[in-house]
């Protein structure tokens, strides 16, 4: 290796890298709708926290779904931190498969503060209908 | 005076001290996620172990810092999206340190540390700009009202509290509902005018952390720089006791800085951050 490649990598190369991790955190903030608090772009307190993200799953209540189970805590969360239609499938088939259900219809809802009129409310963020017979 | 002496010495080199820090920061941190991908975990302590007890002084290698990047690396695959901002920062450190084992060249492990530190406050700011409910200040706003900043000031004015704990009693009763139904609780404000005050806070933010990327970028060395920047750690800890994220921020300071003063100002708050990490207090 040339010694001025060497010098620029030795100086360079690790920011670089993580100029291109917060790159790819902004990209996934962008087109797959990840929480800026998480994926190593720095962006806690930046907005509300994804925790307030709210699962709802009608005739099902979501604290007993995920209670004792690690893959529907996983893939709730995984859920809560980027709430997408590809996550949002992904629970739908999960909870399919794991009751009696014939359809489901799961909705994800995020939390909307307006401090002009001090209101703290819900908007449904993304929603999904899956029937049994289409897995 | 021989102690004094040493002392010192001790702390003209900061890059030995700051990795010194490091490391403590590391094994407590390491240790609290150990839980997390423990299966792959167990093998690497036990081998780091091992290597490092027979070879520490045989090898030019740093096994300890090795065993640390791998560490970290695991928790990084295993949890790509759940770590901590923090733990990203941590990695490029240990890999900072890892090169500087190896070029021995302090100029270019301090150019590798100033940069990251530019980067990660930065990214914040560019964050905060780039968020709609954080520039309109309603994201402080509604943080502010449920009691989750400023809980330290808080214990001054008790009808805050109060009011605070009023905030979240609704919300959480409104997280019980359907949200079909549209329900919308109304936020009780803990000090007067808080939608302003939060919107200025907003933006003193952005500007107060832009101000510190600056400052070490352009001057990294300078006695005003790090009091900026030490400023700014003191300032988030007292408005939410981010423990993890500002001992790092603060080893980083560290590294960069000169004056003996400032350097014993951060051993303070890093040493400060790592006890409250151990009695498990604060956010880390």
Redesign the interface.
């Given at each position: 290796m040339k010694n001025v490649t060497k010098?620029v990598l030795?100086?360079?190369g690790?920011?670089v890298?993580?100029?291109i991790?917060?790159a790819v955190q902004?990209f996934l903030v962008k087109t797959k709708d990840?929480s800026?608090w998480?994926?190593?772009?720095?962006?806690?307190?930046?907005?509300?926290h994804y925790a307030y993200n709210?699962i709802?799953i009608?005739g099902f209540s979501v604290d007993s779904l995920v209670k004792d189970n690690e893959q529907m805590q996983s893939t709730f969360?995984?859920l809560l931190?980027?709430p997408n239609s590809d996550n949002l499938e992904k629970v739908a088939k999960l909870v399919l498969e794991t009751t009696h259900v014939d359809s489901i219809n799961v909705?994800i809802?995020k939390?909307i503060?307006?401090?002009?009129?001090?209101?703290?409310?819900?908007v449904?963020s993304h929603e999904i209908q899956v029937k049994k017979s289409s897995l | 005076m021989k102690y004094k002496l040493d002392v010192k010495s001790r702390w003209k080199d900061q890059i030995k001290v700051g990795q010194q820090l490091l490391i403590l920061f590391l094994g407590v941190y390491v240790f609290l996620l150990l839980k997390d991908a423990l299966f792959w975990k167990i093998p690497v302590i036990i081998i780091g172990l091992i290597l490092w007890f027979n070879y520490r002084n045989k090898t030019r290698h740093p096994i300890i810092w090795f065993s640390f990047l791998i560490l970290l690396s695991i928790d990084l695959i295993h949890s790509y999206f759940w770590v901590a901002n923090h733990h990203f920062v941590l990695f490029f450190m240990v890999l900072a340190v890892i090169f500087f084992y190896y070029h021995k060249e302090k100029e270019f492990f301090v150019k590798n540390i100033q940069l990251v530190l530019v980067i990660v406050v930065l990214a914040s700011v560019v964050q905060k700009v780039l968020s709609p409910q954080f520039v309109s200040g309603d994201f402080y706003y509604s943080v502010i009202n449920l009691g989750a900043l400023f809980k330290f000031f808080m214990k001054f004015i008790p009808e805050s509290i109060e009011i605070a704990k009023s905030n979240s009693d609704n919300l959480m009763n409104l997280s019980k509902t359907n949200p079909n139904l549209g329900e919308t609780i109304v936020l009780k404000d803990i000090i007067p005018n808080l939608r302003y005050r939060s919107q200025i806070f907003a933006w003193l933010t952005i500007f107060v952390e832009f101000i510190a990327a600056m400052a070490i970028l352009i001057k990294p060395k300078n006695t005003w720089s790090h009091l900026i920047f030490i400023a700014l750690i003191i300032g988030v800890l007292f408005t939410r006791l981010e423990t993890g994220f500002m001992s790092v921020l603060a080893i980083n300071g560290l590294f960069l800085c000169t004056n003996t003063k400032l350097k014993m100002l951060y051993m303070i708050i890093i040493l400060g951050c790592i006890a409250l990490i151990i009695m498990k207090l604060g956010y880390h």
């Amino acid at each position: 290796m040339k010694n001025v490649t060497k010098i620029v990598l030795l100086k360079y190369g690790i920011p670089v890298f993580a100029i291109i991790i917060v790159a790819v955190q902004l990209f996934l903030v962008k087109t797959k709708d990840l929480s800026r608090w998480k994926g190593g772009g720095y962006g806690m307190y930046t907005e509300i926290h994804y925790a307030y993200n709210q699962i709802y799953i009608p005739g099902f209540s979501v604290d007993s779904l995920v209670k004792d189970n690690e893959q529907m805590q996983s893939t709730f969360g995984r859920l809560l931190v980027m709430p997408n239609s590809d996550n949002l499938e992904k629970v739908a088939k999960l909870v399919l498969e794991t009751t009696h259900v014939d359809s489901i219809n799961v909705q994800i809802w995020k939390p909307i503060v307006n401090s002009k009129e001090g209101t703290y409310t819900r908007v449904l963020s993304h929603e999904i209908q899956v029937k049994k017979s289409s897995l | 005076m021989k102690y004094k002496l040493d002392v010192k010495s001790r702390w003209k080199d900061q890059i030995k001290v700051g990795q010194q820090l490091l490391i403590l920061f590391l094994g407590v941190y390491v240790f609290l996620l150990l839980k997390d991908a423990l299966f792959w975990k167990i093998p690497v302590i036990i081998i780091g172990l091992i290597l490092w007890f027979n070879y520490r002084n045989k090898t030019r290698h740093p096994i300890i810092w090795f065993s640390f990047l791998i560490l970290l690396s695991i928790d990084l695959i295993h949890s790509y999206f759940w770590v901590a901002n923090h733990h990203f920062v941590l990695f490029f450190m240990v890999l900072a340190v890892i090169f500087f084992y190896y070029h021995k060249e302090k100029e270019f492990f301090v150019k590798n540390i100033q940069l990251v530190l530019v980067i990660v406050v930065l990214a914040s700011v560019v964050q905060k700009v780039l968020s709609p409910q954080f520039v309109s200040g309603d994201f402080y706003y509604s943080v502010i009202n449920l009691g989750a900043l400023f809980k330290f000031f808080m214990k001054f004015i008790p009808e805050s509290i109060e009011i605070a704990k009023s905030n979240s009693d609704n919300l959480m009763n409104l997280s019980k509902t359907n949200p079909n139904l549209g329900e919308t609780i109304v936020l009780k404000d803990i000090i007067p005018n808080l939608r302003y005050r939060s919107q200025i806070f907003a933006w003193l933010t952005i500007f107060v952390e832009f101000i510190a990327a600056m400052a070490i970028l352009i001057k990294p060395k300078n006695t005003w720089s790090h009091l900026i920047f030490i400023a700014l750690i003191i300032g988030v800890l007292f408005t939410r006791l981010e423990t993890g994220f500002m001992s790092v921020l603060a080893i980083n300071g560290l590294f960069l800085c000169t004056n003996t003063k400032l350097k014993m100002l951060y051993m303070i708050i890093i040493l400060g951050c790592i006890a409250l990490i151990i009695m498990k207090l604060g956010y880390h």
